[in-house]
């Protein structure tokens, strides 16, 4: 068996087209969605990250503006300007670049955002809503991968998810997702023992840890479908997922590759969230 590869750059086009058609009806009716996007510190990797969401903003039509802060300013300081934000009536999305410098609480931060602006879907309101089942916004990394999971018609309902890794922004809103989607989901994590008898029992199987190609062909049972979230840089600084991808090829039944799997539709269902933001604020 050789894996279908799942295409999350192809995925991302189609969604992107069609989120495009709700931000020109929003425009219609007065309404451009707007995403406030703040940036603290130099840290590379996220200033490549809020760039590129930058651009997909303005290439589906949305006003998108980036606040860039000095990596020595306060708590307080940063907690001003999300305040100011909460109070923009041009902003519909707020997110905050994550991980903030080691001076600052995230989880304040986070705390401070007004939950119907939270697009990113980290403020406890929202993670508490998807836990119960009500309206809330859902990260966009789990949300994307969800959407992929659809698209390539994996079927979900009675299927056995192991999720390794259980962050705020991955791990914990995916194994909620799959719950609503019927699936027996298993959390492992840095302190499981025997991992590979956990994954080993895998129909779908997200690797969302961040320990370079972590997951290996004796980690996999034929047919697995593997979600690898991983954003890792090797020796060389080249991208490397979770996943040693040459490896389970020819187990699975289907991959994401890194890049061009996850990381494109965590970008594009951030879009998703901030036009739902903006027609709630039109409906009200
Ligand atoms: N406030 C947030 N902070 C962070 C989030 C988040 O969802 N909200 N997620 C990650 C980083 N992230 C978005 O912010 C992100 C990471 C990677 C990609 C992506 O498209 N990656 C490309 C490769 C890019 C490269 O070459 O470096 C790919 O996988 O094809 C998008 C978004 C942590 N922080």
Not at 62 to 67: F, K, Y
Not at 128 to 144: S, W
């Amino acid at each position: 068996m050789t894996a279908a590869i799942i295409d999350g750059k192809k995925i991302s086009e189609e969604i992107r087209s069609s989120i495009k058609k709700r931000v020109d009806l929003l425009k219609e009716n007065g309404v451009t969605p707007g995403l406030a996007v703040v940036l603290v510190g130099d840290n590379q990797a996220s200033k490549t990250y809020v760039s590129m969401k930058q651009k997909a903003c303005e290439k589906i039509g949305m006003h998108s503006v980036l606040i860039t802060l000095d990596s020595g300013l306060t708590q307080e300081e940063l907690l001003e300007k999300v305040d100011e934000l909460n109070h923009d009536s041009s902003i519909h999305g707020i997110l905050v670049q994550l991980p903030l410098p080691s001076h600052i609480d995230e989880l304040t931060v986070i705390e401070a955002i007004n939950p119907s602006k939270d697009v990113d879907g980290f403020h406890p309101i929202n993670a508490g809503r998807l836990m119960t089942g009500g309206d809330a916004f859902v990260p966009c990394t789990p949300y994307g991968i969800i959407e992929m999971l659809k698209h390539q018609d994996v079927e979900l309902s009675g299927k056995h998810a192991v999720i390794v890794g259980r962050s705020n922004i991955v791990g914990k809103p995916m194994g909620q997702l799959l719950l609503k989607e019927h699936a027996t989901v298993t959390y492992c994590h840095s302190r499981t023992k025997d991992l590979a008898y956990h994954t080993r029992q895998a129909d779908i199987l997200i690797a969302a840890v961040g320990v370079i190609k972590l997951i290996t062909a004796d980690h996999i049972k034929e047919g697995v479908v593997i979600i690898d979230v991983g954003m890792n840089r090797d020796e060389n600084g080249k991208l490397c997922g979770d996943v040693d991808f040459e490896d389970c090829l020819q187990k699975a039944a289907a991959i994401t590759p890194v890049p061009g799997g996850v990381g494109p539709m965590t970008i594009t269902m951030l879009l998703a969230n901030t036009v739902q933001s903006a027609e709630r604020f039109l409906s009200k």
